[in-house]
């Protein structure tokens, strides 16, 4: 039984897949399900009909946990990628020519080419809050979303109509909220009033100045699990180190989702015109940190009884982990098997 298949509140042995599973991308999802309503309009008098042909994607944030997914999820299914970075040689080292001919990896200078002319753009890209903050790393968190989202917009908009991209899905965060142990969030609850809400707020605002004709998407990322990195990874040497006892209090809220029901979501998000406006890309169900914290103590076999203490949970995984963690987001069922 897998993660994405049923909350951790309800799956005795929901994180066991991440580490013994093999990929998910042979499910079949149907998003088409989607009942979100509020800032995620769902227009079904819309003009714009599915793409069921051969789509071109531009991305940022390629080479990051989401985008290398993504990427290859979308190389299956048939599309076109191009890769927006700002290193070339960081993305031919992810993405090497020998096993990815037909991607095409374009640094800044380049963007505007490969913007016009693509079907979507894609907008992950952003430093990771996964550090130890100081004033010139929050700087730097806000900066590279903001000065990226910026110009992804710029490009689009002054790109011809005839050869302008139809959608943009652009990432934000479920740290839009704010941090409550007792509050749920949907995508009608105002922002929080925290470092990492203001973060939010401005990165959306950017990405709200697309043109009016460029369907707009806003994916409000919770907690990414997947074997291969992502918060999992990063929590499981800590979790062993400690004897497998939760994370601070264990009261924090986790709101998950499963990096191959994110990456679908993205996808469908690039097909379905009625996909419009926010959606919190979360699981139907968070959990508590202590009850994440026990059934992963369950998978690796550690007791989990000793938590871990604050100074290692900043030293290891960064400030905003408890802190956008707690945000109690519930989705609406975006396809998910539960």
């Known amino acids: 039984m897998e993660l994405c298949m049923a909350t951790l509140s309800r799956a005795h042995t929901a994180v066991a897949p991440f580490l013994s599973a093999p990929p998910l991308s042979s499910r079949v999802r149907d998003f088409r399900k989607l009942s979100v309503v509020c800032l995620c309009r769902i227009n079904s008098e819309s003009t714009e009909s599915p793409k069921d042909t051969q789509m071109v994607v531009s991305i940022t944030g390629a080479t990051g946990f989401i985008g290398r997914r993504l990427v290859q999820k979308l190389l299956s299914d048939k599309h076109k990628v191009r890769v927006l970075t700002r290193s070339r040689t960081k993305a031919q080292f992810v993405f090497p020519v ?16 490969c913007i016009e002319g693509s079907n979507a753009v894609v907008n992950l890209a952003g430093m990771p809050i996964s550090t130890r903050w100081s004033p010139e790393i929050k700087k730097e968190i806000k900066q590279s979303r903001i000065s990226v989202t910026s110009k992804v917009v710029g490009l ?12 943009l899905v652009s990432a934000t965060a479920i740290g839009y909220y704010g941090t409550s142990e007792t509050q749920v969030f949907d995508e009608t609850s105002p922002s929080g009033n925290d470092y990492l809400s203001e973060v939010c707020r401005e990165w959306e605002m950017k990405a709200h100045n697309v043109d009016n004709g460029v369907r707009l998407v806003l994916i409000r990322i919770g907690i990414v699990l997947g074997k291969d990195g992502g918060a999992l990874a990063k929590m499981i040497p800590l979790f062993v180190m400690f004897a497998g006892g939760p994370l601070g209090t264990g009261k924090q809220w986790f709101s998950w989702i499963h990096l191959d029901d994110l990456v679908n979501l993205i996808c469908e998000s690039l097909t379905n ?15 508590r940190m202590s009850e994440m914290c026990d059934q992963l103590g369950q998978v690796i076999g550690r007791p989990s009884w000793l938590p871990v203490p604050d100074f290692a949970i900043k030293a290891v995984l960064g400030e905003g982990f408890g802190r956008a963690k707690s945000a109690t987001c519930k989705g609406e069922g975006v396809g998910f098997l539960i």
């Open 98 to 113: 020998e096993n990815f001919p037909e991607i095409i990896i374009a640094e800044e200078e380049e963007w505007r080419k």
């Open 156 to 167: 689009i908009n002054h790109t011809s109509a005839e050869v302008r991209p139809s959608v």
């Open 273 to 287: 015109p009625s996909y419009r406006g926010v959606i919190n890309g979360t699981a139907p169900n968070p959990v």
